[in-house]
């Protein structure tokens, strides 16, 4: 009841009179579950990211929203996702992130599964000696599959399975980088850090939308590329976020810079662009790397956020990524006190999901507009299915 009590009509009127969500998304249990169904599940979720299975049988198991998953790549170097579940007995098949050199076998009672999902083994089930049974219909008992899609080298997923297609779904924000469909390749282990911050999900969208924080949390940052050097993106419905027209690249000590991506249009020479794609990836790409950030909930109160830096080329300099690196966790590392606060602000009674500001706030305003449309359609499907 809790959840359903959430006024969200607050949140979808026009900016100059709308109220951000209430404190309840962000400290209510309750609520946090209604948006894990109407908001992460049905929607195409970032869970991790291609790179985590670069070989052939690589295998990594996974949680996102108390789902056991498991991250593989199979025998034809496609990246898949199933839950991590035997179906014989509902046993945990993969404990610790390893390499599958034959098949995925259960530890309980052995049961096999190939890299593709089917069940190949099945061991005395029909009694001792005996590995086939009349009931145990292998070909309709393989891995239950997670539906995902993979884009600039993060996985997707849909646990619903009940959104558009991925490219539809994603059709704006695919246009919008088309210059940068193209290849890129991770940084390697220095070019990937984990950072866990003690607030909602949500909040760590909202702080990434918006530039209006600049000058008084990333001052270093702001030297160069200033308040009035950023522009807007705005995709209603899709994704939010900011660019800026004065992007500086990182010199080494001899001058050299990164490599850039190929054939890209002049605005890039100096322009870079971030934006969160709904609901829960967080984007960056600039004219000589890129990178993406994954925030994983993990409960109401807390996120864990997975950063990947990548570049044109595979082979680019060493200390310079490891630069790099440390200069965006440095950035990153900035905001944790934001978000964190902003997560303790939401425990006072009185405060009744804050205002935007009509010249500022644009990006974050329709991140919340977003989500609430979300529960929206959700809290409708509910109604329409109880009646």
Not at 42 to 54: F, I, K, Q, T, Y
Not at 66 to 94: E, S, W
Request: net charge negative; proline share 5%.
């Amino acid at each position: 009841m809790t959840a359903m009590l959430t006024d969200i009509e607050q949140v979808r009127r026009a900016i100059d009179s709308a109220n951000g969500l209430s404190n309840a998304h962000y400290i209510d249990p309750a609520v946090h579950d209604e948006e894990r169904h109407a908001v992460l599940n049905a929607n195409w979720a970032g869970l991790a990211v291609a790179s985590d299975v670069p070989e052939i049988g690589d295998a990594v198991p996974l949680e996102f929203l108390g789902q056991p998953l498991l991250l593989i790549r199979d025998k034809a170097q496609q990246v898949r996702v199933f839950f991590n579940t035997c179906r014989h007995r509902g046993m945990i098949l993969v404990e610790k992130p390893g390499k599958i050199e034959g098949a995925i076998r259960c530890p309980y009672h052995s049961w096999c599964y190939s890299t593709d999902g089917r069940l190949v083994s099945t061991p005395h089930v029909g009694g001792p000696g005996h590995n086939t049974h009349e009931g145990i219909d292998r070909a309709t008992l393989g891995l239950i599959e997670v539906r995902s899609h993979v884009w600039r080298d993060v996985v997707f997923i849909n646990l619903s399975g009940t959104a558009a297609p991925f490219e539809e779904a994603m059709a704006d924000a695919i246009e919008r980088w088309a210059e940068f469909d193209q290849p890129m390749y991770h940084g390697g282990p220095e070019s990937a850090f984990t950072l866990t911050v003690n607030c909602n999900w949500k909040l760590a969208v909202e702080n990434y939308c918006e530039s209006y924080h600049l000058p008084w949390v990333h001052p270093g940052l702001n030297s160069y590329s200033r308040l009035e050097d950023h522009y807007h993106i705005e995709a209603k419905g899709h994704y939010s976020g900011q660019g800026t027209l004065v992007y500086r690249q990182l010199k080494g000590d001899q001058g050299q810079v990164f490599p850039d991506f190929k054939g890209l249009s002049d605005k890039w020479n100096e322009a870079a662009e971030y934006i969160a794609l709904y609901p829960n990836v967080l984007f960056g790409v600039h004219r000589d790397h890129a990178y993406a950030i994954i925030l994983v909930p993990e409960g109401h109160n807390k996120t864990t956020e997975y950063v990947h830096l990548y570049y044109p080329t595979p082979n680019t300099d060493q200390t310079m990524r490891d630069t790099n690196a440390e200069l965006w966790k440095g950035v990153f590392v900035e905001d944790v006190f934001v978000v964190e606060g902003m997560q303790k602000g939401r425990h006072a009674q009185g405060f009744d999901g804050g205002r935007f500001s009509p010249a500022m706030d644009g990006p974050t305003h329709l991140f919340h507009d977003w989500v609430a449309s979300q529960i929206a359609d959700h809290r409708d499907n509910q109604a329409r299915a109880a009646e």
